[in-house]
């Protein structure tokens, strides 16, 4: 793969998103594989320039709309390593605690309690290591019942 620099304008907005959004750590991931040559390179240059530069950059939504969005959609498909990169970002992008359990909550009648389980233990694991909550929340895994 060819530098940042040699990079189309969708790859660039991709790049700058990703950095506003989950930092610079995780936007060095994304770049290192992208620009390895191996085996997911093809796949990380893809998130960049699509997922981020064409669709996560298109007017319309805010970015705190669009991480809702994006919750809702992990949580359906049960996707919680995911999930937990999204919460990152939508915390980032202005989701407050109470938005992300109301988003949890929704997704119940639509997705059933299995996927908001999940989902729940892995944006609790996001919350904790914000310092957002702390010990006291527990999720069904904490209680054993998962």
Known sequence: ???EDEQ???YQRGVNLVREMLGEAFLGGMLSAANSGGFAADAATI????AFGAVWSRP???RKERSLVTIGILVGMGKP???KNHVRAGLNNGLTVIELQEALIQAIPY???PCVAEALEATVAVLR????VGD???TAKDRGML
């Open 47 to 50: 998130a960049l320039e699509s």
């Open 81 to 83: 390593n995911e999930l």
């Open 111 to 113: 997705c059933g309690f």
């Open 136 to 138: 006291n929340v527990k």
């Open 129 to 132: 290591e914000r310092g957002l």
């Open 8 to 10: 189309s304008p969708n």
């Open 1 to 3: 793969m060819s530098s």
């Open 60 to 62: 319309g939504l805010q």
